[in-house]
């Protein structure tokens, strides 16, 4: 998806590990589909009567479920390793703006404090302390200006409105990182697939 919310990117992988690792943990107590592993292993290989003790059982789920279920997590962790990142770049989304004018005063300095702490010394040459004096300014007008908009349209908004860029030169820096962050690769993915169906092996030997 082009609008993807960004905030809900670091809770969803939590969530995801979390109830991985509860597979994990009921290994020796399985479920409808864990319970097939032991069905498999104690009537499928009769046929070639192969017998798999208690303790072959057990040293299967340790060495190879246990194994695999934690690569799983680990694999997770690697493949998001920014995620407060990605999760830091939801404050240029209206919709993460609080209901309440009132709770504006402190809402995005700490996602703000992550941006600038990890491209304040980068050759996009961001200025922490300017970028909080512009947020003060900017998320006020989003709050009374662009909050219908969408994560998409308002970083398009930043990044292409003269005006804005002027008022916001270190956020509008942010804005266009934010841009360039490749969520999916769902759409390259189609046009491979696309790209398949008409060259196909037979016609690229014409």
Known sequence: QKDVDLSLI??????TINSIKEIYIIIHSPGPNLSKVDHV???DLEEFQIVATDAQKEAFKSNVQAVYIQALIDQLNNRFPHVELLDAFSIFDPHTL??????LATHGLERLEVLTTFYGSSSWGIDPKECVSEW?????LIY??????????FLRLLCTQESLR?????????CKIAALVPISTAECERAFS???QIKTDLRNRL
């Open 136 to 140: 003060e300014c900017l998320k006020r």
């Open 194 to 196: 696309a790209m398949k």
């Open 41 to 43: 292993l104690a009537t």
């Open 144 to 153: 009374n200006k662009y909050s219908s908009l969408t994560h998409r349209q």
């Open 98 to 103: 609080p209901s309440e004018e009132e709770e």
């Open 166 to 174: 002027d008022m916001f030169p270190q956020l509008t820096k942010l």
């Open 10 to 15: 670091q809770p969803f992988l939590k969530t």
